[in-house]
C-alpha cells in the first residue's frame, strides 16, 4: 500500500504530510540484509526520494510512514506517532503510553483493512466500499 498522504497540523503548527506505505522484508530490493526495519529504511528513503522536493516547494516536511509486513515500523513514523502522541496526550490529559498504544492499534487495524480490501480487489475483483465493515 503506498501514496495514501494525510495532512498533520501539530501543536507547534507545523503542517508536514504523512506518506503511508507497507513495505515486506523479503522484497528484492532489501533481500540481502533481511534485518529487522531493513525494508522500511528502503522504504523511508523511496519516499523522500519521491516527495521531498514538492513538498518543501509547498513548506512542507515529508514524513514517511512506513510500516513492515512482519510488523517493524520505520524509525520516522515511530519518531511521528510519539510527538503525536504527546501532543494527544497532553490535550487529553491522557497518559502518553495509553495514547502510543491506541495510535498503534488503529493504525494497524487500518493497515490491515486496507490490505484486505486491496486482497479482494487484486484477487477476487470484489470492492469494499469505504466504511463497509460488514465483511471485515
Same mark, same amino acid.
Not at 495514547?99 to 487495524?109: A, E, K, M, T
Given at each position: 500500500?503506498?501514496?495514501?498522504?494525510?495532512?498533520?497540523?501539530?501543536?507547534?503548527?507545523?503542517?508536514?504530510?504523512?506518506?503511508?506505505?507497507?513495505?515486506?522484508?523479503?522484497?528484492?530490493?532489501?533481500?540481502?540484509?533481511?534485518?529487522?526495519?531493513?525494508?522500511?529504511?528502503?522504504?523511508?528513503?523511496?519516499?523522500?526520494?519521491?516527495? &521531498?522536493?514538492?513538498?518543501?516547494?509547498?513548506?512542507?516536511?515529508?514524513?514517511?510512514?512506513?510500516?513492515?509486513?512482519?510488523?517493524?515500523?520505520?524509525?520516522?513514523?515511530? =519518531?511521528?506517532?510519539?510527538?503525536?502522541?504527546?501532543?494527544?496526550?497532553?490535550?487529553?490529559?491522557?497518559?502518553?503510553?495509553?495514547?502510543?498504544?491506541?495510535?498503534?492499534?488503529?493504525?494497524?487495524?487500518?493497515?490491515?483493512?486496507?490490505?484486505?480490501?486491496?486482497?479482494?480487489?487484486?484477487?477476487?475483483?470484489?470492492?469494499? =466500499?469505504?466504511? &463497509?465493515?460488514?465483511?471485515?
Amino acid at each position: 500500500m503506498s501514496g495514501l498522504i494525510f495532512f498533520l497540523v501539530l501543536a507547534t503548527l507545523a503542517i508536514g504530510t504523512l506518506h503511508v506505505e507497507t513495505a515486506s522484508p523479503i522484497s528484492e530490493r532489501v533481500a540481502l540484509t533481511r534485518t529487522a526495519g531493513s525494508a522500511a529504511v528502503a522504504a523511508e528513503l523511496r519516499k523522500h526520494s519521491a516527495n &521531498d522536493a514538492k513538498c518543501s516547494e509547498l513548506g512542507w516536511t515529508c514524513i514517511p510512514l512506513v510500516a513492515e509486513s512482519y510488523g517493524a515500523w520505520g524509525s520516522e513514523a515511530v =519518531q511521528a506517532i510519539s510527538r503525536l502522541a504527546s501532543c494527544l496526550a497532553t490535550r487529553t490529559n491522557s497518559p502518553k503510553s495509553k495514547v502510543v498504544c491506541s495510535l498503534y492499534g488503529r493504525l494497524n487495524l487500518t493497515l490491515v483493512r486496507a490490505n484486505a480490501r486491496a486482497f479482494l480487489l487484486l484477487r477476487c475483483g470484489y470492492s469494499l =466500499q469505504e466504511g &463497509d465493515s460488514s465483511s471485515l
